[in-house]
Each structure stands twice: as C-alpha cells, then as structure tokens.
C-alpha cells in the first residue's frame, strides 16, 4: 500500500511560482514512475510532468520551461516547482505513483492563479 500526500497549493497572481510537494509514505526509491497530473474544471485529467527513477523527466508542452520536477529519495518526497504561472494552469493537482503495476494517487492540491 501506498500513500500519497499533496501540498503547497494556493492562490497566487499571473507570473507568480509555487512549489508543490507530494509526500510518499515509505521510500520512493521504490517507485520507477513518478508524476503530476492536474484537472481543471470541466476537464480531463492530464499529465503535467513525470520523472524516473534515472532521473528523466517528461513534460507537457504546456509547462515546459516553467516547471521542473524533482524528487528526494532521502525525504521521501517528489516536488513540482511552478514558474511564471498563467490561469490556464489553474486546476486540482495531483501526484501518482505507479507500483507493482498499479497506480496510486493522492488527494490533490488545488492550484488557482487569478488576478
């Protein structure tokens, strides 16, 4: 069993960064897969970022050059750092694992950029 637990989500104006943790109960070093995903009102859920256990990371367009993912093996937590933020990144954050072949998710954080 894993457990996922977001935080750092906020109300921050247009062009302003947040930081997003998701900590993991246990060690990540487990965990070959790890992402952020994000669902605005209305919408599908869609992949914001994933990093693996090498360290590669992946993207979407839409945030590329804007948001970096990490992870702390030592803390046992993943982070989604968020640059110049814009209201079409408003949404309901969340971090996923995939673990002996089953996905995990966390509750969510809810992110929203508004003047």
């Known amino acids: 069993q894993v457990q996922l637990v977001e935080s750092g989500g906020g109300l921050v104006q247009p062009g302003g960064s947040l930081r997003l943790s998701c900590a993991a109960s246990?060690?990540?070093?487990?965990?070959?897969?790890m992402g952020w995903y994000r669902q605005a009102p209305g919408k599908q859920r869609e992949l914001v970022a994933r990093?693996?256990?090498?360290?590669?990371?992946n993207y979407s367009d839409s945030v590329k050059g804007r948001f970096t993912i990490s992870r702390d093996n030592v803390k046992n937590t993943m982070y989604l750092q968020m640059n110049n933020l814009n209201p079409e990144d408003t949404a309901v954050y969340y971090c996923?694992?995939?673990?002996?072949?089953?996905?995990?998710w966390g509750q969510g954080t809810q992110v929203t950029i508004s003047s």
């Open positions: 990093i693996f256990s090498t360290g590669r990371t």
């Open positions: 996923n694992v995939l673990f002996v072949g089953r996905l995990y």
């Open positions: 246990g060690s990540i070093s487990r965990f070959g897969i």
